[in-house]
C-alpha cells in the first residue's frame, strides 16, 4: 500500500509493539500528530506539559515494563528539550526511542526557523541516531532503531524526520520486527573455564551487581548463582530490586552512601564478582583501594567496560543470562563458604544503616512508607539526599520497582518517571519521592497527572534547601551555604490545589504512617508536602578522594 511517511512512522511504531508515546506537538510533526490522531484507537498518546517531562515518561515506561519507551518532540527547542532525558536514558541504559521533527530537506543547514542539528547535539548520549533524507528508508530506519535500542546493552536512539518526508507517499509493506537475541559472540569457553576455577578457589567470595542485571532481566539467575557459589551480594544504586533487600546475603548498597558492611566486604573479599556493573566512581572512591585484596571477575555485555575504571583478571563477555548458566554448568555442585558468610552475618550486626539523630525525621517517614505502600508497587525518585534515604530504607523486593537517576543524577527526573510507570501499570500504586529541590525543576508535569488522572503519589521531603548540596557545603566548605538556601514563600499544597490535586501536609508533630496511609488509601493523585529538617544529613558517607572502608558517620574500624 502506498502512504505518507507519517503514516508509515505509526504503521512502525505498532509493528514494534508501541501501544503508548509521550510527546508534545510542534510546527515540524505536525504531519505525524495528524496520524496520531487519524489511529488514536490503535495508539496511545500522552500529552506531556514539556518534551523533558516526555522523555522522563518514556524512560519510567520503559524501566518499569523492560520495553522500549518512545517519545516525540517537535524541531529546534523542542528537540533540545529532549537532551537531558536522553543523557539519563542513555547514562543508566535504558532502551528508547526519540522522534524529532525537522524542517524541510530544502532548510536544512540554513539556519531556519526552529532548527537545529539535533543529531550532532545528541551525537554523545545516544546510542545511535539518524536523519532521514530519503522516504524509501524511513520504515527500515524506525525498524533498526528498535533493535538498536534493544541488543546488547540497551539506549536512548533518536530518529531526525524532515517534515516534507512526513508528508511524502511511499510504499508500504509491514514486516516483523527484527529479532534481538542474547550477545554471546565473545563468549569463550577459556573465560568461562577461569572463571569458574577462580570462583571453586575462592574463600571469600563477594558478588557486586549494577543496573545490568536489571537490563538483560537476570535477577533470577544472579538469585540461583550467589546461592549456589555461597556468597554475599552488594549492589549499586541501579542494581536494586535484583536481590531482595531482605535476603540474609543481601549486603546493601555499595559505595559512596552505601552501607558499611557492603564496604568492608569489598574490601575483605579474596575474590570480586562483578555482575552487569561499571564500576562507577559513587562505588569506588579511590580506586588505589578498592577491592585490594581481591581478584577480580567481570561479566557485562559490553566490552568497553573493562579496564575502564578498575583492572579486572577474566572478562566474561555476553549477556548476563547466558554467560551465569554456563558458568554455574561449570561450577557443579554447590559451593560452602560457612565462615565467611558468618563474618559477614556478624558484620550486619555490628553495622546497621547509620543515621544520626539529626536525620531521625526522613527514616521514620520512609520506614512507614515502606510498611503501608503495596509490595508490588512503584518507587521513583529525584535526585539528592531524599534518593539516598529511599535507597537506604525502602525494601527493594523486585527488579523494575525502583526507578531513580543514577548515572547522570537527573534532578526532575522523578515526576517523568512516576508518570510512565503508571501509565503503564494502572492498576498499580506509584509514588515519586521527591525533595523540594528536585521537585520544582519538573513540577510543571502535575498538569499532565491531573490531565489523565492518575494516581501518582508525590512525597516531597521538604527541607526548604538543597540538602545534598548543602550537606557537602556544611562537610567540605566551611559551611558556606551558597545559593542553596529555597526561601521562596512556595506552598507545595496549594499548588497541587491549582492543578486539581489533592495536597497533604505531613508536619514533624504528624504520625506519619497515618498520612501516608491516607493518601494511598484515596485511590487519586496527591501531593504530600512533609517538613523535614534542614540540616539532615545521609549517613555513612564516603569523602571525596577517601577509600570505601573510610566512612564518615562510623566509630568501629573493621570486621575482625
Known sequence: MRITGADIIVESLIEEGVDTVF?????????????????????????????????????????????????IATSGPGATNLVTGLATAYMDSVPMVAITGNVPLSLLGRDSF????????TLTITKHNYIVKDIAELHDTIREAFY??????????????????????????????????????????????????????????????????????AAAEVNEFISLIDAPVGS???????????????TGMIGMHGTRLSNLSINKCDLLIVIGARFSDRVISKSSTFAK??????????PAEFNKNIVSEVHVVADIKVALRRIMEKIGEPLSHKPWMERVAEGRKRFPVKVSTEAERPKRILEALDRVFPSDGYVTTEVGQHQMWAAQFLHSRAPHHFLTSGGLGTMGYGTGAAIGAQISHPDKRVVNIAGDGSFRMNAN????????????????????????????????????????????????????????????????????????????????????????????????????????????????????
Open 23 to 71: 510527546g508534545y506537538p510542534g510546527g515540524q510533526v505536525i504531519p505525524l500528530y495528524d496520524a496520531l490522531y487519524r489511529n488514536r484507537g490503535r495508539i496511545r498518546h500522552i500529552l506531556t506539559a514539556h518534551e523533558q517531562g516526555a522523555s522522563h515518561a518514556a524512560d519510567g515506561y520503559s524501566r518499569s515494563t523492560g520495553r522500549v519507551g518512545v517519545c
Open 293 to 302: 585484596q581481591a581478584r577480580i571477575v567481570q561479566i557485562d555485555v559490553d
Open 445 to 560: 508535569e502535575l498538569a499532565t497527572i491531573a490531565r489523565y488522572r492518575l494516581p501518582v503519589i508525590i512525597l516531597i521531603m521538604n527541607n526548604h534547601v538543597m540538602g545534598m548540596v548543602r550537606q557537602w557545603q556544611k562537610l567540605f566548605y566551611d559551611g558556606h551555604y551558597s545559593e542553596t538556601t529555597l526561601d521562596t514563600p512556595l506552598d507545595w499544597v496549594r499548588l497541587a490545589e491549582a492543578y486539581g490535586i489533592r495536597g497533604m501536609r505531613l508536619l514533624p508533630e504528624d504520625d506519619p504512617e497515618a498520612v501516608l496511609k491516607e493518601a494511598i488509601g484515596c485511590g487519586e493523585a496527591v501531593v504530600i508536602d512533609a517538613t523535614i529538617p534542614s540540616d539532615d544529613k545521609v549517613f555513612p558517607m564516603v569523602a571525596p578522594g577517601a577509600s570505601i572502608s573510610d566512612m564518615i558517620g562510623y566509630v568501629e574500624e573493621g570486621i575482625d
Open 148 to 217: 538498536i535500542a534493544k541488543e546488547g546493552r540497551p539506549g536512548p536512539v533518536l530518529i531526525d524526520i524532515p517534515k516534507d518526508i512526513q508528508v511524502t507517499e511511499c510504499d508500504f509493506e509491514p514486516k516483523p520486527p527484527i529479532a534481538v537475541a542474547p550477545v554471546t559472540s565473545r563468549l569463550h569457553d577459556k573465560d568461562l573455564e577461569k572463571a569458574a576455577a577462580m570462583i571453586r578457589r575462592s574463600e571469600r567470595p563477594m558478588c557486586y551487581i549494577g543496573g545490568g542485571v536489571i537490563r538483560s532481566d
Open 236 to 250: 549499586s544504586l541501579m542494581g536494586l530490586g535484583a536481590v531482595d533487600s531482605s535476603s540474609e546475603r543481601f
Open 114 to 121: 526552529q532548527e537545529v542539528d539535533i543529531r550532532g547535539i
